[in-house]
């Protein structure tokens, strides 16, 4: 992880940012809350559909805007930039209205239902030099770099396999599905750790209740160098689970972002080629030590929010740019073309 994103700054001095929110249902609170806490920003509008949403909203924070349609925001000429946290249906239409309304855009993900609408959106970002970011929260998550720290090292080995259970029970949704709902974290973990693309991904799921909307999801995705990358994807669960597991010739790593201490466990077991007096090899299981490492608390969406200011007032671009939302959105695609083809292999170009 680039040490710049550890060590940022969160008490600038200089004038704020000022920020409108556009969605303050079910993660914008949390978005609201964190750029409120950041000495460099100013949350000065708030849009949303429910009164009362917005009136909780006006009762926390010193807003000098509310409004039950964006395009208040989007057309208010006193706004630096502007925070997306509406379903993903929305996300294209809102994304280029404000860029071309010259506010810079922290949309949370998926950036867009579409490839095409994806790219649309990094073209506008360019044409209008506003900065264009996704939030993919666990790519500013200090356990994520950890593990990034560990694979670049080699810590692992040859690392083998990946796989993941992002599952609960709760926040069914009936627009999208749980792959587009919930798979997105993973995704954007496994392409930022393994720093590439997947060359084919298939996906199965089930559809329990609503009709035509997958509530769990299986995608495997088979990167180069043999590595394959597992998603488990359910709001049909009976327990929050947040665990990845990560599977290496050396050592192995479990991540548990919902444990409190112990994040990340690091097991020093694997299986080994040993030779005989007839040349012959054996198989063996090495077994030693379990470490779990010291992780920064830090929230993550802090990092999130803070490096988006940063790239803002540098002109830098995001971690989680547009290109890194498109990435991402690739292999939602893929995986949703298998979905509808009974799992068969997508190949990405």
Known sequence: MDSSLLALNLTFNLDRIRLGLVGYGYW?????????????????????????????????????????????????????????????????E??????NAGKHVLVEKPLALTSDDARALIECAQRN????????????????WKIQELLDAGALGE?????????NLGRVQTDINALWSIAPHDISILLALLKTMPHSVS?????????????????????PNNIVGHIHASWLDPS??????????????????????????????????????FGEFQLRVRSGDLYIPKIDLTEPLKYECAHFLECIRENKTPRTDGENGLRVVRVLEAAQQSLKQNGATIFLQ
């Open 129 to 144: 030099q506003r900065v264009l970011m996704v939030g993919h929260t666990f790519e500013f998550n200090p356990a994520v």
């Open 240 to 277: 929050k689970t947040r665990q990845m597991t990560f599977v290496g010739s050396e050592k192995m790593i479990v991540y548990d972002d919902v444990d409190p201490e112990a994040k990340i466990k690091i097991y020093d077991k694997g299986v080994y080629k040993r030779g005989d007096a």
């Open 94 to 99: 809102l994304v280029s209205q404000a860029l």
């Open 159 to 167: 690392l083998y396999y990946i796989y993941s259970n992002r599952v």
């Open 203 to 223: 996906a199965h799921g089930a559809t329990y209740l609503h009709q035509g909307i997958e509530d769990v999801v299986f995608a495997l995705l088979n990167f």
């Open 28 to 92: 914008g609170p949390n978005l609201a809350r964190n750029f409120h806490q950041l000495p460099d920003a100013w949350l000065v509008a708030c849009a949303d559909a429910d009164n009362a949403r917005l009136n909780e909203a006006a009762r926390l924070y010193p807003l000098q805007q509310t409004a039950h349609d964006a395009r208040a925001l989007i057309e208010n000429p006193t706004l630096d930039a502007l925070v997306i946290a509406t379903p993903a249906r929305s996300h294209f």
